[in-house]
Nanobody, 123 residues
Framework: QVQLVESGGGLVQAGGSLKLSCAAS????????MGWFRQAPGKEREFVAS????????DYADSVKGRFTISRDNAKNAVYLQMNSLKPEDTAVYYC????????????????WGQGTQVTVSS
């Protein structure tokens, strides 16, 4: 069992930065592929970024490439999302997620979800 708790969301002006953190419980944290999804009002939940167990492989949605950076610290059971050059369209609830599969970071194969943290970007 893994529990995920996000923090770091808030209100920021366009062009600003935020860093989201996800604290995970459980001794098997390093065996999970970790990542982030987001869901804006009236829209489906969408993939943002993922990182493999060692941190050597990352993947990003096209909409955030070059602006967001995902990282993890297995010693601290934590994963992070550094968000720079934020845009109003980045406004959403951001969810930390974990999966034990290796076939892709899809919402359908997520084993554990966090409760979400709100990110609001004003224009």
């Amino acid at each position: 069992q893994v529990q995920l708790v996000e923090s770091g969301g808030g209100l920021v002006q366009a062009g600003g930065s935020l860093k989201l953190s996800c604290a995970a419980s459980g001794r098997t944290f390093r065996s999970y592929v970790m990542g982030w999804f987001r869901q804006a009002p009236g829209k489906e939940r969408e993939f943002v970024a993922s990182i493999n167990w060692s941190g050597s492989t990352t993947d990003y949605a096209d909409s955030v490439k070059g602006r967001f950076t995902i990282s993890r610290d297995n010693a601290k059971n934590a994963v992070y999302l550094q968000m720079n050059s934020l845009k109003p369209e980045d406004t959403a609830v951001y969810y930390c997620a974990a999966t034990s599969t290796r076939v892709g970071f899809l919402s359908s194969v997520i084993d554990y979800w966090g409760q979400g943290t709100q990110v609001t970007v004003s224009s």
